[in-house]
């Protein structure tokens, strides 16, 4: 994870606070939801659960997480 922030205005229907990290995959960087406030800049994570970005969503997609064991 290359950074990370904590969003503390957020829609109604959106968690709040709201954490949002910028992680590197390889020579891909994205921007997504980490699941909790865990995780610290410069650790491992992953894609991992299934959660919803807004109450009424009915489709889950994963947020980010830490690796459990990462592998060096």
Known sequence: MAAK????MTPPDIRLPNYLVLARFG????IAQLAD???SVDDA???????????EQRTEKPRLTAVEDPAD
């Open 27 to 30: 020579g891909v960087q994205v």
């Open 5 to 8: 922030t904590t969003v503390e």
């Open 37 to 39: 406030d865990t995780v």
């Open 45 to 55: 994570v992953e894609f991992a659960g299934k959660h919803r970005l807004r109450a």
